[in-house]
């Protein structure tokens, strides 16, 4: 049986609510706007998720699922470079006068893995070097208070069909890895719609999204998965070792014990060879019981629908500053198939959510925002959020190029606005 306090550890601020329906920009003249793709030089594969940071600067974005990326730079900045970057690929510096605005092709070479020096330098205990690289935050990661710009796009789709749509800017009032304290946010601005008719009798609402997106972060937030008790329910191991801007990286796997039945997760991390930090970690719940992980992710449901998550996947990527290693993305995936009473067929639902550094400084002043501005944990931000008319609505920050499907609901929400 399991007990309360492992239900609230494990929940990564996630919690579903399905209802039951009733039913009756323009840029300022300093910022200087570049798209492009960026693709493996080979097969001309797009490059999901590759980071796009502008060196001397905090200044980044990231890809989509298409290798897509939107980067807007001040023209303060534009004699810079951009320092290009995907985990098993060579890095790669561009001066951005060699941008094109809107249609910059940038190729990255796979990086060849040194065997000999994985072979000398491996540990031999994974366990072990997990344990050594959680402990090892005051020296890895960044340990000042900061103010992050984030960008977050979350969406909800029946079958393959974009029925929810919510994207906000967020201010995160960062703490240092080694500080009990807590990550604030603050809300800046942010957009939605809803189509409900596409998500047929049900309206699906995601609790503390940009919250869930933090709690990804298992060097800030190592209770979600890897707590004192846990941890020695998994099972670790070594995979192929890989390499992230030139340098090794150590692949880990875990699973939980055989022996064990509660949901617990499965993935990869990737470890810096060198000072042992985390560079990224993709994951998955187990929710081959039913029952245990409905608990854990469904606050309300109507009582003649039974609901269950089909599908839990995490992803985290940091990025590394002079030495220091810091949250830059992350990605949650969760899907659910509710099923009704006296009816034959069963509804599938996929909520996905996404968060993205786009710019940092370090908080000075150690505010963190007015209380008034501040994002409640359990919120739900399409509560918070409204209109989608304004074309120029995000101005001078830097977003997530949205994927083809996701700009075309955009697009038509806009005509029908």
Avoid: C, H
């Amino acid at each position: 049986m399991m007990n309360n306090k492992y239900f609230t550890a494990n929940k990564l601020y996630i919690l579903i609510s399905f209802f039951l329906l009733i039913f009756s920009f323009g840029f300022a003249q300093n910022i200087v706007e570049f798209k492009g793709k960026v693709v493996d030089t080979d097969t001309n594969n797009a490059l999901a998720l590759a980071d796009l940071i502008v060196i001397g600067t905090n200044i980044s974005t990231i890809t989509n699922s298409e290798g897509e990326f939107l980067l807007k730079v001040p023209t303060e900045y534009i004699d810079k470079s951009v320092l290009v970057s995907y985990l098993g690929y060579k890095k790669l510096q561009i001066p951005l006068s060699k941008f094109k605005e809107n249609n910059t092709k940038i190729e990255l070479v796979i990086a060849a893995t040194v065997l000999a020096q994985v072979d000398v330098n491996a540990p031999k205990d994974a366990l072990s070097l997990v344990k050594k690289t959680l402990s090892l935050k005051a020296e890895n990661y960044l340990n000042n208070e900061t103010v992050m710009t984030s960008f977050y796009r979350e969406t909800i789709k029946k079958g393959n069909r974009n029925a929810s749509l919510s994207e906000a800017v967020l201010k995160i009032y960062k703490q240092p890895y080694t500080s009990g304290r807590k990550d604030v946010i603050e809300l800046v601005k942010a957009r939605k719609n809803t189509d409900y008719s596409r998500l047929d009798t049900l309206a699906l609402k995601l609790q503390g999204g940009p919250y869930s997106a933090l709690s990804t972060d298992l060097i800030k937030y190592p209770e979600f998965v890897f707590n004192d008790t846990d941890i020695n329910d998994y099972n670790f191991s070594f995979n192929k070792s890989t390499q992230i801007n030139n340098k090794l990286v150590f692949v880990v796997n875990f699973k939980q014990k055989e022996n064990i039945y509660k949901p617990m997760y499965y993935g990869k991390l990737y470890i810096d060879a060198e000072n042992y930090a985390l560079t990224s970690a993709i994951y998955n719940l187990n929710v081959s019981n039913r029952e245990l992980s409905s608990q854990l992710f469904v606050r309300k449901k109507p009582n003649k629908a039974t609901v269950y998550p089909t599908n839990a996947s995490f992803r985290v990527n940091y990025r590394v500053k002079d030495g220091k290693w810091y949250y830059g993305y992350s990605n949650i995936e969760l899907s659910f198939k509710v099923k009704w009473e006296n009816k034959w067929f069963n509804s599938r639902y996929t909520l996905q959510s996404e968060m993205a550094i786009t710019d940092w400084n370090r908080n000075i002043t150690e505010d963190v925002g007015k209380p008034k501005n501040r994002l409640k944990r359990y919120s739900i931000l399409a509560d918070e959020a409204s209109g989608f008319a304004d074309s120029e609505f995000w101005g001078e920050y830097n977003i997530i190029e949205p994927e083809k499907s996701i700009e075309s609901a955009i697009k038509k929400i806009s005509r029908q606005l």
